[in-house]
């Protein structure tokens, strides 16, 4: 029988309650209602979408919704982007709490446990006035499942597996609860080989590589994660504690990672396709957080608090250039292959009120951080820093009329941080006797302090079956400690970073407009945005070239430009007939940098214009198999010829993808299958945001994906 559940509680995290859930699989499945308590740009996605479109990791599963797209980092990670804003302009949320990585960097995924999440809440545009800083381009807002229904004990087990890369791994979750008290837990591993494309050879920065049976080789992977949640709950009272663990080990395509890409054992990594060998990655990410939700009559007062631990550390034969040493010292404490590690700390915490006065609802917030980033290894990127925060802000949202709901916002932020001096270990000089000046300082110590005033207004018109959103705010970003400090080789890149002390924060001006109509067999959204940075950070490559720490890698500089960004999302859902339903959505962006040396171009990894159609048809029940349904989706990606060197324009390819699934009965036991069958065509393209989109390495050839999901009760 399948696991009963109580309603969700949507009034966490300044969520309203009031929400009606449809059946149909869309991002829009909560349904028209929500919208007309937001003026935000926002969308649900719920969890029956996310398994239907598993993939290796959370973000690929989102990649269908127009808007959001990913930025690839091999078979198991990747990271987020909305309208072509990512790494640390998009926060992500799990918990209450601002999900705190390595987000700064192309190559580091997200430590999320995908297998652990209800449904995401996508906020689109600039979210800075309830979220902070790093929401300058948007918010996945990420929530837990349904809570279990009272005095009942269960759980499910789901398992799936990937032909492409081997991949295979499972989630078992069970769960107690009594009159006010629930325990649950959750235990989810994997396993994945080297992915396969479909070439039989790449060229690294014009270097040819053969690849042994199309497979990229050292690109496997595992991951471990476990989780613990302990609630309480009364008629006013909410309490949840959780406590969380995501560990991943991965290879790096062996010859895109290093000072010397010719010089891999090709033989060595091409015995099997398991392995993982250097270079490689280790992460750790430790989490707990604690939520708590008290009901007044008409008032609401909600805690979220955490810590949090990022541990990543990367892997990698010791190779010298320049002044280093030919051996790595036996006296040094870090291991001579541990190229770099980084250890974050991050505490946060996060009050909001809500106080519902006939036709406003006032709320305020308060929300506090504290990070310690310490580094590793020998080699130098990024230095170690301490970072404090602290933001008050106040919303009204006015009901002025039935139709008429309008928004005003204002927030205060201040960010104070610290950048600890680093000194290299080895002398950059070949003197037998090196003096201490010869110790050349990659950092000096740093301390800066920024302050910012960010609001926003916007409205929501409801006529009937139709809603019309307009808002229009500012928001911002403190410089990041790479983009403040940073001094070195990044082996990923081939290149040499140079950070700039004298960075302002970034500062966004956005227009959002939005009209949807929807009725019980039509649903349509076009959302057109408008947004200009008054100062976007951004990597410049320059006219010189590093031979001190690398192997004459050309030497990049953090910059500030103003740039301009416009675009459009649209999506139409259309049932023809009452098994037969049709979906259609797309979007296309243009941005361009309109002052510094880069004035004209784009921005890198700026997504091209694309298209996703799909038709849905379900069946009729059976004794045996309820629900059943089938679909084709076919994507279309234009050309991207709008780019930023070093990067290269990617050509336009076309998808073909087939999905489908059911609820089986065996025995008396339901159980939800589901299938996909990604790039059916075996089609070899160019994936524009992927990270390794500049060395000419298309993206994954065909992959069968099975998923099951079995519930039980105890």
Do not use: C
Not at 508 to 522: G, P
Not at 662 to 670: N, P, S, V
């Amino acid at each position: 029988m399948p696991v009963k559940t109580a309603p969700r509680d949507t009034s966490v995290l300044e969520l309203p309650s009031g929400l009606v859930e449809l059946e149909e699989v869309t991002v829009e499945g909560l349904g028209a209602q929500r919208r007309r308590e937001e003026v935000s740009i926002i969308s649900f996605i719920s969890e029956d979408f996310i398994r239907r479109n598993r993939s290796g990791s959370l973000m690929k599963s989102l990649e269908r919704i127009p808007g959001i797209s990913s930025i690839g980092v091999g078979s198991g990670a990747s990271k987020p982007q909305i309208r072509g804003l990512g790494f640390n302009r998009v926060m992500v949320v799990e918990h209450g709490l601002k999900h705190e990585g390595q987000q700064w960097g192309a190559d580091h995924g997200l430590e999320v446990d995908q297998y652990g999440i209800g449904e995401v809440i996508l906020i689109k545009g600039p979210a800075s006035v309830r979220y902070g800083s790093d929401a300058i381009g948007g918010v996945l807002d990420i929530q837990a499942s349904n809570y279990p229904e009272r005095n009942t004990a269960g759980g499910e087990l789901s398992m799936g597996t990937q032909s492409n890369m081997n991949w295979a791994g499972g989630s078992g979750h069970i769960y107690y609860t009594s009159d006010h008290w629930w325990l649950e837990a959750r235990l989810t591993a994997a396993t994945y080989g080297d992915f396969r494309v479909p070439a039989d050879t790449v060229h690294v920065y014009n270097y040819p590589v053969a690849l042994d049976q199309n497979r990229v080789r050292n690109t496997a992977g595992t991951e471990q994660n476990w989780a613990f949640n302990w609630g309480y709950k009364t008629s006013r009272l909410r309490n949840v504690l959780s406590l969380s663990r995501v560990s991943t080990r991965a290879g790096f395509f062996a010859n895109a990672h290093g000072l010397e890409p010719r010089a891999v054992n090709t033989e060595l990594h091409d015995q099997s396709s398991t392995d993982i060998l250097l270079p490689m990655q280790e992460v750790s990410h430790l989490k707990v957080a604690d939520q708590l939700r008290f009901t007044f009559d008409k008032a609401l007062l909600e805690l979220d608090m955490g810590w949090q631990i990022n541990d990543r550390s990367e892997w990698g034969q010791y190779v010298n250039h320049g002044f280093m040493p030919a051996n790595y010292p036996s006296d040094r404490s870090d291991p001579a292959d541990l190229e770099r590690a980084f250890d974050k700390s991050t505490g946060i915490l996060n009050a909001r009120s809500d106080w519902f006065l006939n036709r406003h609802q006032l709320q305020v917030g308060l929300g506090a951080e504290y990070q310690r980033n310490k580094i590793g290894g020998w080699g130098f990127l990024i230095p170690a820093h301490e970072k404090r925060a602290i933001g008050l802000y106040a919303l009204d949202k006015w009901r002025w009329t039935e139709q008429w709901l309008i928004e005003v916002a204002a927030r205060f932020d201040y960010h104070k941080i610290n950048i600890e001096a680093y000194q290299d270990w080895f002398p950059s000089s070949t003197s037998a006797s090196p003096t201490p000046g010869d110790y050349l300082y990659r950092a000096n110590e740093l301390e800066r302090q920024f302050s910012s005033i960010v609001g926003s207004i916007g409205l929501t018109y409801t006529p009937g079956t139709w809603t019309y959103k307009g808002s229009f705010g500012t928001a911002y970003r403190v410089p990041l400690a790479q983009e403040l400090g940073a001094n070195g080789v990044n082996y990923h890149y081939y290149r040499f970073e140079r950070g700039n002390a004298n960075l302002d924060p970034e500062r966004s001006f956005q227009l959002d407009l939005e009209a949807n109509y929807q009725t019980e067999k039509l649903t349509f959204d076009f959302s057109p945005y408008l947004n200009y940075f008054t100062n976007y950070i951004y990597l410049n490559p320059s006219a010189a070239y590093d031979y001190l720490y690398g192997a004459g890698n050309q030497v990049f500089n953090y910059q500030q430009a103003q740039v301009i960004r416009y675009g459009a999302e649209f999506h139409v859902d259309f049932r023809l007939l009452p098994q037969l339903h049709l979906d259609l959505g797309g979007e296309v962006l243009y941005s361009q940098q309109v002052s510094g040396s880069k004035k004209g171009y784009s921005l890198p990894f700026s997504p091209p214009a694309s298209m996703i159609a799909g038709i849905e048809k379900s069946f009729r029940s059976t004794a045996w198999l309820t629900a059943p349904f089938i679909g084709i989706d076919y994507r279309l990606t234009a050309r991207q010829n709008r780019i930023v060197p070093p990067e290269k324009t990617s050509p336009a390819y076309q998808l073909l993808s087939i999905k489908g699934g059911g609820d089986l009965i065996f025995w008396g036991q339901q159980m939800t299958l589901n299938f996909q069958v990604q790039n059916v065509l075996n089609t070899g393209y160019m994936n524009h945001t992927s990270f390794y989109r500049l060395i000419d390495l298309p993206e994954q050839g065909r992959n069968l994906v099975f998923s099951l999901l079995i519930p039980f009760q105890l």
